[in-house]
């Protein structure tokens, strides 16, 4: 009786240690990178400051990011993946952010990417996007929007 009581006490012992390592381990390598699909993160969209513009300059801000937002979408929706997260329900453009890359070279042009942020269905998504090739780089679901949180 009390040898298997003092093997029940190793075991537990044993599987309270290998818990603390294996917790210890996620928390160093990260838990995004160590567990498949756990690609959550937060996005913090900062808008630009409304200044003294005139209805004019306005309206042409207002036309230049709705085409924008436009061609972003048109890009997105030709991705399956982002087809079938669409196609059919209620989803909603949150911000749209272009990425400016140095040149990969002297003289060449430099690469813009642009991030797409969806909001579909209550989640966000951030779609990332190779505007030259016209393909999606990456879809990376999000937990948060907005100035309390951090990207």
Do not use: W
């Not at 209805?55 to 048109?74: G, I």
């Not at 209620?90 to 040149?103: D, Q």
């Not at 642009?114 to 990332?128: D, H, P, Q, S």
């Not at 780089?137 to 929007?145: A, D, G, N, P, Q």
């Amino acid at each position: 009786m009390e040898a298997a009581l003092k093997r029940r006490l190793e075991l537990l012992i044993t599987l309270l240690v290998v818990g603390v390592v294996a917790g210890a381990a996620l928390i160093v390598v990260g838990a995004e990178n160590a567990i498949p699909g756990t690609s959550n993160g937060y996005i913090s969209v900062v808008k630009p400051p409304q200044t003294s513009q005139s209805p004019d300059q306005q309206a042409q801000q207002q036309a230049q990011y709705e085409a924008r937002v436009k061609s972003f979408l048109a890009i997105a929706n030709k991705d399956g993946y982002v087809h079938a997260l669409i196609v059919g329900k209620n989803y909603t453009v949150v911000g749209i952010a272009i990425l400016r890359s140095p040149p990969p070279s002297p003289g060449a042009p430099p690469i813009d990417n642009a991030a797409l942020v969806l909001r579909v269905e209550g989640n966000f998504y951030k779609i990332n996007i190779d505007i030259p090739h016209e393909k999606v780089l990456s879809v990376e679901e999000r937990i948060c929007y907005g100035p309390a949180c951090n990207d």
